[in-house]
């Protein structure tokens, strides 16, 4: 079994950062494209950030130059460094993993998601 653990979300104020972790565990044979995924109340979830193992990333545009998102292959563990936040930015925040496990056929995982929040 693979799970994907997210953590690191809360309230900040405007302009503040938050560190996202997402932590995949388990049966792993090997990770490739992992990714941050943002739902906003009454919104359908859209994709924030992308990172592949290599390490080539790409965003979305309304985060450009806010967000970073990072990877360690080692821990098996994604972030999504994230500055300026704006009011907009308020979502529950979903990692996803495409992953091969030892036993289990490629497939992609979500984690259960964490909550920020952008407010004075």
């Known amino acids: 079994q693979v799970q994907l653990v997210e953590s690191g979300g809360g309230l900040v104020q405007p302009g503040g950062s938050l560190r996202l972790s997402c932590a995949a565990s388990?049966?792993?044979?090997?990770?490739?494209?992992m990714a941050w995924y943002r739902q906003a109340p009454g919104k359908q979830r859209e994709l924030v950030a992308t990172i592949t193992n290599g390490g080539s990333t790409n965003y979305q545009d309304s985060v450009k130059a806010r967000f970073t998102i990072s990877r360690d292959n080692a821990k098996n563990t994604a972030y999504l460094q994230m500055n300026s936040l704006k009011p907009k930015d308020i979502a529950v925040y979903y990692c996803y993993a495409d992953i091969t496990g030892w036993d289990l056929p490629r497939r992609g995982y979500w984690g259960q998601g964490t909550q920020v929040t952008v407010s004075s």
């Open positions: 388990g049966s792993i044979f090997h990770i490739y494209v």
